[in-house]
Each structure stands twice: as C-alpha cells, then as structure tokens.
C-alpha cells in the first residue's frame, strides 16, 4: 500500500505554508542570514531526517538553507514528505528563521530530438547522468538539473531545439512574465497558460516559464 499525495493535497494540508509544489518535488527556501547559522540548521534537518528515517536534499548557501522534498520509491511526494515539511517548518519558526517561498524555483534542460535514443546515448555520457523512463537523465548526486529528451517529428533547422524549463511557484510567476517581456522577450505560445508559457529572448532562445504544478488544478 502506497502513501502517495497529490501535490494539491500537500499544498492544501495545515502547516505547509513554507513550501512550494515545482516541477521535481516540494521545495522551500529558508533565510539564515549567516553561514554558521545555516550550519546549524541543516543539521538539525539532518537529525529530523535520520529520525524519521526519510531523506531530503538540502542545499546550504551563504544566508539560506534550500531544501527539496520527494519520494522516490512513489516517484512523487508521499505522506513523509508531507510530515517532514511541517516538521522542518516547526524548527525554522523555533529557530526564528524565515522561510521566502517566491525564492523557490526548479530548472530542467529540455532537448527537442528526433532520434531521442540517440541523442540520450550522448548526453548521458557528457554529463554522467542516470537514465530515468523512457526520456530523462538524471544527476546521480542530483546536482545538476535533470534533461528531459523531448520527441519531435522532424527536424527544425529554423528553431533552437534546446530550451529551458523553469518551474516556479504560482504566486511570483506573473512578476517573472512581465519582467522578462520588459527585459525584451516575447511570448512564442500561451496555449498552455496558466501551466506554462513558452518565452523567447530576442534572438528566439527558449524557456518554458511553467507554475505548473504548484496551482494545477490537475495535480
């Protein structure tokens, strides 16, 4: 028997106001103002985690704690990641450290292949990634962002066929849309929107600006 949640049912669950439902997992960004303190905090995670017997990725910077929740044995987000979210939570408030949601955001490369065997064998081994179904590489140390090879019918010469995919929370994507419109990029299509918007910089580079699945009603 699974513990599997849909990320609507973690967004909707009491004591998750911290974190944000991207594209690889629910995220939270915590700011410790220092590195010693940041220190401090990803190791009592640490202890959280081993007690629970259910491990996050915790990335620590200079003045912020990143942490990543899923579970891979359900390829998604489970109950732990649910109990460990509030858990984590409850210490930052007790350590009087503050979670910054609108920093949340997750990156994958996408290339757009008609032989996509093919062009997997090649970046799999550049990069030294894991393969993972049928069209993504994964970073073994989960490091790097993960590449998606994406199926297209032909060839297209006229388009750059690698782009990225940004995930971020639903509550800062309309400042990231107008920012990037300002800074002079157009939107290529918005036939997904609100899932995602296809942008390109001005000399038609692409990124997929997506909230999808922290907001999907779908999720």
Same mark, same amino acid.
């Given at each position: 028997?699974?513990?599997?949640? @849909? %990320?609507? !049912?973690?967004?909707? @669950? &009491?004591?998750?106001?911290?974190?944000?439902?991207? +594209?690889? +997992?629910?995220?939270?960004?915590?700011?410790?103002? @220092?590195?010693?303190?940041?220190?401090?905090?990803?190791?009592?995670?640490?202890? $959280?985690? !081993?007690?629970? !017997?259910?491990?996050?990725?915790?990335?620590?910077?200079? +003045?912020?704690?990143?942490?990543?929740?899923?579970?891979?044995?359900?390829? #998604?987000?489970?109950? *732990?990641?649910?109990?460990?979210? *509030?858990?984590?939570?409850? $210490?930052?408030?007790?350590?009087?450290?503050?979670?910054?949601?609108?920093?949340?955001? @997750?990156?994958?490369?996408?290339?757009?292949?008609?032989?996509?065997?093919?062009?997997?064998?090649?970046?799999?081994?550049?990069?030294?990634?894991?393969?993972? #179904?049928?069209?993504? =590489?994964?970073? %073994? =140390?989960?490091? =790097?962002?993960?590449?998606?090879?994406?199926?297209?019918? /032909?060839?297209?010469? &006229? *388009?750059?066929?690698?782009?990225? #995919?940004?995930?971020?929370?639903?509550?800062?994507?309309?400042?990231?849309?107008?920012?990037?419109?300002?800074?002079? +990029?157009?939107i290529v299509r918005d036939t997904d929107a609100p899932?995602?918007?296809?942008?390109?910089?001005?000399?038609?580079?692409?990124? #997929?600006? /997506?909230?999808w699945r922290d907001d999907s009603p779908w999720s």
């Amino acid at each position: 028997m699974t513990d599997a949640i @849909s %990320p609507r !049912d973690f967004r909707q @669950s &009491e004591g998750t106001g911290d974190w944000r439902v991207v +594209g690889d +997992g629910a995220r939270a960004v915590f700011r410790t103002a @220092s590195f010693t303190k940041g220190a401090a905090f990803a190791t009592a995670i640490a202890e $959280l985690a !081993d007690t629970a !017997d259910h491990h996050p990725d915790v990335d620590l910077r200079y +003045g912020a704690v990143a942490v990543r929740l899923i579970s891979h044995d359900v390829g #998604d987000l489970s109950r *732990r990641d649910l109990a460990l979210a *509030r858990a984590i939570s409850t $210490l930052a408030a007790e350590q009087g450290i503050a979670a910054d949601p609108a920093a949340v955001q @997750s990156l994958q490369i996408a290339i757009d292949a008609v032989d996509v065997a093919a062009v997997r064998r090649f970046w799999q081994a550049v990069l030294g990634h894991d393969p993972v #179904d049928d069209g993504d =590489l994964s970073d %073994p =140390l989960g490091i =790097l962002p993960n590449v998606w090879i994406q199926q297209i019918d /032909a060839v297209r010469p &006229e *388009r750059n066929t690698v782009h990225l #995919d940004l995930y971020v929370p639903t509550d800062v994507v309309e400042q990231r849309l107008a920012a990037a419109l300002a800074a002079g +990029g157009r939107i290529v299509r918005d036939t997904d929107a609100p899932e995602w918007w296809t942008l390109a910089d001005p000399e038609g580079n692409e990124v #997929d600006l /997506a909230p999808w699945r922290d907001d999907s009603p779908w999720s």
